[in-house]
């Protein structure tokens, strides 16, 4: 495994996200698995998780440019593989992905104007000035359409993400999710998961905050539940959400007659 093990230390740091009741406590968890989940209920704390471990081995973090809210933090030890001696790969939170795409076409789009502002004002000039001038507006908007296999802003969401999530996916590198099944149908949420565990066979690990019962079932993944602030490690059929899943499937006609 490319990290085997986290422990949190909360000491005497009071600043957030130390202040949240599940994180004033010390925290150890093992990660020796190619698939590590964590689930449970809105703010129970395991994106927060994968923001901490981001930020404490430095990995990339897929978000708009000028925005931050990376930790600082020394009070947290990764156990990371002997044979590295950086752990490489990156950290995404599908939320921002809509906001990525719309960040991507605007660059485009202004890079095209200020292509046009440069044929305008150098249109007296010689053209390896002019050349020179839109170079690189040429450079952004090539490397940004060239990026993916298909243009991002005229797939559906859930086929831009993982057009985008493949396009990222290196041998031995770390990704953390953070409930990447957002925009994501079932079918798609199956297609995730292939992509995954294709991954894992390259030497890849991954961390997943998520509420998804397929990703959830992945062979051999390690499973951690967060309730009443504490990470408990699970089987499958024993979470929580996948036992009242069940019920409902099994007796839909008797849940859904309470709410007429």
Same mark, same amino acid.
């Given at each position: 495994?490319?990290i085997?093990?986290? *422990?949190?230390y909360?000491?005497?740091?009071?600043?957030? =996200?130390?202040?949240?009741?599940?994180?004033? #406590?010390?925290? *150890?968890?093992?990660?020796?698995?190619?698939?590590? %989940? !964590?689930?449970?209920? *809105?703010?129970?704390?395991?994106?927060?998780?994968?923001? /901490?471990?981001?930020?404490?081995?430095? /990995?990339?973090?897929?978000?708009? =440019?000028?925005?931050?809210?990376?930790?600082?933090?020394? *009070?947290?030890?990764?156990?990371? #593989?002997?044979? /590295?001696?950086?752990?490489?790969g990156?950290?995404? @939170?599908?939320?921002?992905?809509?906001?990525?795409?719309?960040?991507?076409?605007?660059?485009?789009?202004e890079?095209?104007?200020?292509?046009?502002?440069?044929?305008?004002?150098?249109?007296?000039?010689?053209?390896?000035?002019?050349?020179?001038?839109?170079?690189?507006?040429?450079?952004?908007?090539?490397?940004?359409?060239?990026?993916?296999? $298909?243009?991002?802003?005229?797939?559906?969401?859930?086929?831009?993400?993982?057009?985008?999530?493949? #396009?990222?996916?290196?041998?031995?590198?770390?990704?953390?999710?953070?409930? =990447?099944?957002?925009? %994501?149908?079932?079918?798609? $949420?199956?297609t995730?998961?292939?992509?995954i565990?294709? &991954?894992?066979?390259?030497?890849?690990? !991954?961390?997943? &905050?998520?509420?998804?019962?397929? %990703? &959830? &079932?992945?062979?051999?993944?390690?499973?951690?539940?967060?309730?009443?602030?504490?990470?408990?490690?699970?089987?499958? +059929? +024993?979470i929580?959400?996948?036992?009242?899943?069940?019920?409902?499937?099994?007796?839909?006609?008797?849940? %859904?007659?309470?709410f @007429?």
């Open positions: 495994m490319l085997d093990r986290i *422990n949190i909360p000491g005497e740091n009071k600043n957030y =996200p130390f202040n949240l009741e599940i994180y004033k #406590s010390e925290i *150890n968890l093992d990660l020796k698995a190619p698939v590590v %989940l !964590f689930l449970g209920e *809105n703010g129970c704390g395991k994106s927060t998780l994968l923001k /901490l471990i981001q930020s404490k081995l430095n /990995l990339i973090r897929i978000k708009l =440019p000028n925005t931050s809210d990376d930790f600082k933090i020394d *009070n947290i030890q990764i156990k990371v #593989s002997p044979s /590295l001696r950086k752990v490489k990156f950290f995404f @939170e599908s939320i921002a992905f809509i906001n990525y795409i719309e960040y991507v076409q605007n660059e485009i789009s890079s095209r104007e200020n292509i046009q502002r440069v044929e305008e004002e150098y249109k007296n000039k010689s053209n390896y000035a002019k050349m020179m001038a839109k170079s690189p507006y040429s450079k952004t908007i090539y490397e940004l359409e060239n990026m993916y296999s $298909q243009d991002l802003s005229t797939s559906s969401h859930g086929e831009s993400y993982l057009d985008f999530f493949s #396009s990222r996916i290196k041998d031995n590198q770390l990704y953390l999710l953070d409930e =990447p099944e957002t925009p %994501l149908s079932i079918q798609n $949420q199956l995730l998961t292939a992509m565990i294709e &991954a894992t066979k390259r030497g890849c690990q !991954f961390l997943i &905050a998520t509420h998804s019962p397929i %990703l &959830a &079932a992945i062979n051999n993944a390690i499973v951690y539940e967060i309730k009443n602030d504490v990470f408990t490690k699970v089987k499958y +059929d +024993d929580e959400s996948i036992k009242l899943l069940k019920q409902f499937l099994n007796n839909k006609e008797q849940f %859904l007659r309470y @007429e």
